[in-house]
């Protein structure tokens, strides 16, 4: 099964980038949701305006949080999934359907350069 990460960066449509973040937090645990700051438990995701709130919230939360340990590494990672995701929707957004269609994706050469 591929992995949620390289889901987002498969995804077509911001439809399949909400599905594929619910089912990503689905996974988590009960413990592992009520380990995450009160504002930043994911929501019931509907459409691309909730993910990416949840990824405002996110940060947000990172930034003032005082958590240690297992709190602050969960908040890391709800944080920097839901960071792909957004960079996927603003991708889709532009018209780009394939992540390797940027030109300035390491690894990928603009035009005329070296």
Known sequence: MPSSLLLLDRAATPTEV???VRDYFALWSPEEIAALPDT???PHLRDATDVEEL???????FRKSRASGEA??????????VAVA???LAQLRDGRTRPDADPM???R???GGR
């Not at 990824?55 to 939360?61: F, I, K, L, P, T």
């Open 18 to 20: 909400v599905s594929i």
């Open 40 to 42: 930043c438990r994911p």
């Open 55 to 61: 990824h405002r919230c996110g940060v947000e939360a």
């Open 72 to 81: 602050l590494a969960l908040l890391r990672k709800l944080t920097g999934f």
């Open 86 to 88: 957004c960079v996927r």
């Open 105 to 107: 994706r390491p690894g």
């Open 109 to 111: 050469r603009k035009a």
